[in-house]
């Protein structure tokens, strides 16, 4: 079992190895954001969290901390977004937790 365990483990990093790269970065984009928000507005101030085509988009009309972890608790991005739309490009596939503030969204990739 400890084996089987230690396997799945190490091949669970081999494949998301590439994404914990500290050069992965925010963008703010003036393109309009479509699409249905992924968090329920009653609970999150404003802020709107958007995913397409391996982007994460974070509409914010506040300036806010975000953090996005993988779903192994890996750190990926942190960053402070200043109002409005925010892009980060992820290139690998999977489900990512985007953390702002007390509001934690799943977002799968």
Known sequence: MRRLLAILTLVLTLGLGNVALADIQWHETNREVTGKSL???RTSDGIEIYCNNGTITIVTPKRIT????T???QVVSQATLQPGASELHLSSRGIYLVRIGNITQKVAI
């Open 71 to 73: 779903i192994l608790g």
């Open 66 to 69: 975000v953090r996005v972890y």
């Open 39 to 41: 968090n329920d507005p």
